[in-house]
């Protein structure tokens, strides 16, 4: 068969996929239709997880798993996209990377709303200037961002679902040679994530914080003798030169993120839920705060605790773990903490 016949193949394969996936559309706007009607939310974390593991056991290749998934993302994109016109917020400007975790998590066909702060994200979806908000929560190096923590301790807003990206941290600059930097901008927590790399490579260059990777490039534009620590999407949407890639000290660097609603996410057989807790001041608190998740055979994935901020030394403890907060152990594990501790509260369960 010869290169024509070939591609006349694909041509009538193509009008296929387009006849099929405009009926699957007509259906998306009918479900969206249903949604408003029954007021229901138009991202459904737990049917999006149902639709990425159908596809990956419908797949037999030698499309990979990760191709059909970026396929998928856009398709769904689409179709919530005709259901109703999401906006989702997310911190920092285009290029940024919660912007990338948010495009991955969304696709492109929705509409997207830069804020400076974590919390005007937060404030954006509270005041339903937003429907969805994306947020860093950890990184794999650095570990957590606080003040994510802080916000979720004091807002109402819920996490529906999360994220991880894969960081690659690339130095980007107007000049030549890197031997010509004398100045480095970026994120605290990028400069974290490359602090053995700029030690032995720009020990000499002063290290100057921004609030967002993205500022940080708008300086670094200004300045021939000035770089910029961020995505490989960050030089080239301000068309800077590319010194060094893949800079970051650990190979494996890895950001959670989660998008935050006004709901969380019903079970999906998979999942897990994040809660906050204040302990009793007495010997062995946190201890017996952890037994009822043992007792109940609960996995914990993470714990973090911050100071309260309503008195000296007294402490948050952030819990994540496995299940969700409608399961019979978790409810009952959940009971038996309420009684033990001085305040706890349900950040919300979603798709794991």
Not at 168 to 188: E, M, P, R, W
Not at 285 to 290: P, R, T, V
Request: hydrophobic share 40%.
């Amino acid at each position: 068969m010869n290169l024509t016949e070939l591609r006349q193949k694909i041509d009538k394969l193509d009008q296929k996929l387009v006849e099929l996936l405009n009926a699957r559309a007509e259906i998306s706007k009918a479900v969206g239709k249903y949604k408003t009607a029954n007021n229901q939310p138009i991202y459904s974390p737990e049917r999006e997880r149902a639709v990425y593991e159908r596809i990956s056991k419908l797949n037999k290749g030698p499309l990979s798993e990760e191709a059909f998934k970026a396929v998928y993302r856009e398709i769904m994109s689409g179709s919530l996209a005709l259901e109703k016109k999401l906006k989702i917020a997310y911190f920092g400007n285009e290029g940024s990377f919660t912007h990338l975790a948010a495009n991955k998590k969304f696709g492109s066909m929705v509409e997207y709303a830069p804020y400076a702060s974590i919390f005007e994200v937060f404030t954006a979806v509270e005041h339903e200037e937003c429907d969805y908000g994306v947020v860093p929560i950890e990184n794999s190096v650095e570990g957590a961002v606080t003040h994510t923590f802080d916000l979720l301790a004091d807002s109402d807003l819920k996490i529906c679902s999360q994220t991880l990206l894969k960081i690659s941290q690339n130095l980007f600059s107007k000049a030549d040679n890197i031997k010509l930097i004398t100045k480095v901008y970026t994120h605290s927590q990028v400069f974290g994530q490359c602090r053995n790399w700029l030690y032995k490579n720009l020990g000499h260059a002063q290290q100057i914080t921004m609030g967002s990777t993205t500022e940080a490039a708008q300086y670094a534009l200004k300045d021939k003798h000035a770089a910029v620590i961020g995505s490989q999407f960050l030089g080239e949407l301000y068309n800077l030169k590319a010194l060094r890639s893949n800079i970051q000290d650990i190979a494996h660097n890895t950001t959670r993120f989660l998008v935050i609603a006004n709901q969380d996410a019903p079970a999906t057989g998979r999942d897990r839920t994040s809660i906050l807790f204040s302990i009793k001041d007495k010997v062995g608190a946190l201890h017996d705060m952890l037994t009822p998740f043992s007792k109940n055979k609960i996995n914990l994935t993470k714990i973090e605790s911050r100071p309260s901020k309503r008195k000296a030394w007294e402490y948050l403890f952030f819990v994540d773990f496995v299940g969700h907060r409608e399961d019979a152990s978790v409810k009952k594990a959940l009971t038996q903490l309420q009684g033990m501790c001085n305040y706890l509260k349900i950040l919300g369960s979603y798709p794991a």
